[in-house]
């Protein structure tokens, strides 16, 4: 992968800092413990007449994270800091914002470190995942069910501590895959490593519920879901069995960077491609 | 809990450098995606006169853990990096040192980022949990086996992917017990969220297997297993039901830091606990 040519970082509290600067101390235990939350969105273009796409949604998603963990969270703040960042970020194609909250340093406790972060996107890489991706299924070790009244494993938390998460897409390359969709220790497709799945089936959406399943809320699933809808689609929040992947109509990994990628191959096999439904979808994802 | 006190920080290839002063860049992926290992141990004294304990033992699992994420490790920087920092460290009578290990900056790819901290510990909360601690029982949604030809869920790696650990010891301290002790979603009791299990039945010591069940390889529990093995004890690492630790004569949770702790209550039930034995079990350990 080619390093990501231009970045910009901003410290809440504090506003813009030169880029490459450490901001983390070694008792973080963001840095230590994985332990905060984070999200990400596109931005399109920048300065004056830059679109941070979905703000509200990602903004509203990210305290939900902040407030499971317990840190607080200033609504305003944050926005005022996005607003600064992104009037001084260049006019560029496409870029991600994330936001980044942790716990903050064991030696200050109560003191939570938040920070922002616009970089780059390559596009070429952006377009090819667009135009198709091969996926390769890995259980994640979890049952469907696995995170019912269990709230210290954080379902539904846009965690840092994403090791998992990194590890399987890693895997999925090293078998010449694009991405991995994970799948439950009772064989339903869950989500992606950075994605939700979709599923095509006639004119009917399905995607995997959030909850006891402990996936995340898809922003991206949402708007497509809530578009789809209001073209008269039949859409629905379902366990979806393994095997009703491969003999679906589509099947989709949508996200709010990389937008909704058509699942071409799947563990190997091919998967049936509609071009037309392909740019339905990306245009209700936004994309 | 009050603030520690003292700490020193040190860099891989930089040396000692102030405390307090940030280390890790935003787009480090061990910040943003706990993608990373660490380990941890404890320095008794300082100066010339520091023994750091078990520390050939704790490198190699750490190298381990760095091995199984892919990242490339330098045991003989370590070594030097942590004999200069104990040497500057002062002589008190027990400190944490702690090593890190991050994949490194994202528009970096391919220089992991390398620190060590050494933190004063507060002796008298150490003191207390040696004495006893109460323990809650959490689900830790994996079933046993869940690791079994898995890589990508990274068992046995200690990961700095650690929020849910640091949620359950929340979650554990909320219900006014001390620690959380995981147990399988089939019933089996794996291990704390910082320390491994041991269990005692008449004249035999019991722990969770590593491997498929994912737990940590204990540095302390393997030292007490070798010594009570060498001392004529029955030693086993098995499947242990939950049922079996109430109807135990004794049950500690054991770790490099904290030392051996005697659980005193376990989800509320008193256990049964034999002054003789954790005395053994914690010169065993080392404490």
Redesign the interface.
């Known amino acids: 992968?080619r390093?990501?040519s231009r970045?910009l970082?901003a410290l809440l509290g504090r506003g813009v800092v030169p880029t490459?600067?450490?901001?983390?101390?070694?008792?973080?235990?963001?840095?230590?413990?994985?332990?905060?939350c984070?999200d990400a969105m596109r931005v399109l273009g920048g300065g004056a007449h830059a679109v941070v796409e979905n703000l509200d949604d990602h903004l509203q998603r990210f305290e939900q994270s902040a407030r499971t963990?317990?840190l607080a969270f200033d609504s305003g703040a944050w926005r005022s800091l996005i607003a600064e960042a992104v009037a001084a970020w260049p006019d560029l194609p496409e870029a991600v914002l994330?936001l980044?909250l942790?716990?903050g340093?064991?030696?200050?406790?109560g003191v939570p470190t938040g920070?922002l972060?616009i970089?780059e996107l390559n596009l070429d890489a952006m377009r090819r995942a667009r135009a198709g991706i091969t996926v390769r299924l890995?259980?994640?070790?979890?049952?469907s069910d696995?995170?019912a009244d269990?709230?210290?494993?954080?379902g539904g938390?846009k965690?840092?501590?994403?090791?998992?998460?990194?590890?399987?897409k890693?895997?999925a390359e090293a078998h010449g895959d694009t991405d991995?969709l994970f799948v439950s220790?009772d064989g339903y497709a869950l989500e992606g490593p950075t994605s939700a799945v979709i599923v095509r089936q006639g004119d009917r959406l399905l995607t995997t519920p959030t909850g006891d399943t402990?996936i995340l809320d898809s922003v991206t699933g949402r708007q497509i879901f809530a578009r789809a809808a209001g073209e008269g689609l039949d859409t629905a929040h379902e366990l979806i069995p393994v095997s009703t992947l491969f003999e679906s109509d589509g099947v989709w990994l949508a996200s709010s960077i990389r937008g909704v990628c058509p699942v071409t191959r799947l563990d190997g096999q091919q998967l049936r491609v509609d071009h037309d439904w392909n740019a339905r979808l990306a245009a209700w994802g936004g994309f």
Chains 1, 2 share one sequence.
């Open positions: 992968m390093a990501l970045q970082v490459g600067q450490p901001i983390a101390t070694a008792d973080d235990v963001g840095l230590v413990r994985g332990d905060g984070f963990l317990g994330k980044v942790t716990r340093p064991e030696l200050n406790p920070f972060t970089t890995l259980n994640r070790g979890y049952a696995a995170f269990a709230p210290w494993l954080l938390v965690l840092l501590s994403y090791a998992v998460n990194a590890a399987a890693r895997v991995a220790s402990g």
